[in-house]
């Protein structure tokens, strides 16, 4: 993770020898600062709720504590590959628990300019 992936959704992408990351829209838990998007949204009106109660009704299915809907996902897609080669260079990539605590410490309660000044 770096602290762009904290505060924003990136993807990742290999086809062939084709390789790109970029970044899109910030996390809901990071523009919500931390809060369920139905505790967010509680104060819009109707109108307002209409527009949004299928963004916030995916987003609530995802959520989290302590992280909200920030995740990871991954797609392999390929032929002839050894799935447990694959498996076992995915499991190697695994945080450990220690690097886990180390990121919570860093970024649970941190806000996007907290992390820039550091």
Same mark, same amino acid.
Request: net charge negative; aromatic share 10%; charged share 15%.
């Given at each position: 993770?770096?602290?762009?992936?904290?505060? @924003? @959704?990136?993807a990742a992408s290999l086809a062939g020898r084709k390789?790109?990351?970029?970044?899109g829209v910030p996390?809901?838990?990071?523009?919500t600062n931390g809060r369920e998007p @139905?505790?967010?949204h509680a104060a819009a009106t109707a109108e307002e709720n209409?527009?949004?109660?299928?963004?916030?009704?995916?987003?609530?299915?995802?959520?989290?504590?302590?992280?909200g809907d920030r995740r990871t996902e991954l797609v392999v897609i390929g032929?002839?590959?050894?799935?447990a080669e694959v498996t076992a260079a995915?499991?190697?990539?695994?945080?450990?628990?220690?690097e886990m605590n180390e990121y919570a410490t860093a970024f649970l309660t941190s806000e996007p300019?907290?992390?820039?000044?550091a």
């Open positions: 993770a770096t602290q762009q992936s904290h505060w @924003q @959704q990136g390789f790109a990351v970029s970044y996390w809901e838990a990071a523009v @139905q505790q967010q209409a527009t949004t109660a299928n963004t916030t009704t995916e987003t609530t299915t995802l959520w989290q504590e302590p992280w032929q002839n590959m050894d799935r995915l499991d190697a990539c695994t945080v450990t628990d220690e300019l907290d992390i820039l000044n």
